[in-house]
């Protein structure tokens, strides 16, 4: 049986990142998956300390994570994944510091500083990436995230064999239960809780059919 990981990079465990991720593991075991959600926000672990073990010639550590956290088992984990869906918030421009840091800890330690560049990654693992955003779509390319945030999407296909990933980008999207209480005038809230009826349904629909393909293809 295949396993299927999703990875919440957002802090709210039932925010919409989480919510994406949750009906994409429903899709991959709809397709006959085991799955698990893990939720970094409940995680004491930290990025990536530069240690360089997993670079070092005869460490028992070589192209593993030297560091012992909470992280420490899910790397260990992962490396023997069939499918990584790692999904993220967008603040300020970018992903969400737990999110680059799980993201250091999975692609740096099995990246081999070989000429050319190598991996001693076990086996290969099919990725996937989750983005969800205040900005409507149509603002997508005026803020650059595809092309910026591309960059990560090749590092798979270096250290893990895999194939070209899946990109969901979720946009528009619902911050607060009651736009009232917030200061928040910068948006449209009847805007913001149509967009949650109509669109957020076809996003989940769109991440359900994801975390099939992610087992079926």
């Not at 799955?35 to 028992?60: A, H, M, Q, V, W």
């Not at 967008?90 to 680059?100: D, K, N, V």
């Not at 692609?107 to 989750?130: D, I, L, M, N, R």
């Amino acid at each position: 049986m295949k396993k299927i990981y999703a990875i919440n990079g957002s802090p709210r465990s039932n925010g919409n990142t989480a919510l994406i991720l949750k009906k994409a593991l429903e899709g991959a075991a709809a397709a006959g998956a085991e799955t698990e959600f893990i939720d970094l926000g409940k995680l004491n672990f930290s990025g990536c300390l530069s240690c360089f073990e997993c670079k070092r010639k005869g460490s028992p550590n070589y192209g593993k994570c030297a560091c012992r956290d909470d992280f420490s088992p899910i790397a260990e984990k992962l490396l023997y994944a069939d499918g990584i869906i790692m999904g993220s918030p967008i603040y300020f421009g970018g992903e969400s510091g737990l999110y680059r840091n799980a993201l250091e800890r999975i692609f740096f330690p099995p990246f081999c500083y070989t000429s050319p560049p190598g991996s001693v990654a076990p086996q290969p693992v099919k990725f996937a990436f989750v983005y969800t955003m205040n900005i409507p779509e149509n603002m997508l390319a005026e803020f650059n995230y595809p092309e910026q945030l591309s960059k990560t999407h090749k590092f798979p296909q270096l250290v893990y064999q895999s194939p070209e990933p899946e990109v969901l980008y979720v946009c528009d999207t619902f911050q607060f239960s009651d736009y009232s209480r917030y200061e928040s005038s910068m948006f449209d809230a009847e805007h913001k809780k149509l967009m949650r009826q109509t669109q957020f349904p076809k996003d989940l629909q769109a991440a359900f059919e994801l975390g099939c393909r992610m087992v079926n293809n």
